[in-house]
């Protein structure tokens, strides 16, 4: 099941968020190589994260977002909502079931 995480800024954290930056690219890098997260990044005001998760169930996002060093220092607060994704990339392309497989690393290409 999918899943997006929306990782609210504190404003008043703004210092600690530049601080802890790269511990927390760096757990983005990681839950991008394991296959959970399919997309990541800021709105464009800066004011949200989002990520768009893997996993096998709510509380299990709920867990691995948590885990985000942004979350765990509270700089930023999280909200998780399942999302039933339908369609990816072209009607005629890529099925989201091809999506996972690819995310599982179950294969290395999208047809």
Do not use: C
């Not at 768009?52 to 909200?79: F, N, V």
């Amino acid at each position: 099941m999918w899943y997006i995480i929306l990782s609210r800024s504190l404003p008043e954290k703004e210092e600690s968020k530049q601080q802890h930056y790269e511990e927390h690219r760096q757990w983005l890098d990681d839950q991008h190589r394991s296959g959970r997260l399919l997309f990541s990044g800021p709105t464009s005001d800066r004011a949200y994260g989002i990520y768009i998760m893997l996993a096998s169930s709510k509380s299990e996002a709920e867990r691995i977002a948590a885990q985000d060093p942004h979350h765990m220092r509270g700089i930023r607060t999280m909200e998780v909502l399942e999302w039933n994704a339908h369609r990816a990339f072209r009607l005629n392309g890529p099925t989201i079931a091809d999506v996972e497989r690819v995310a599982a690393g179950k294969i290395t290409g999208l047809p």
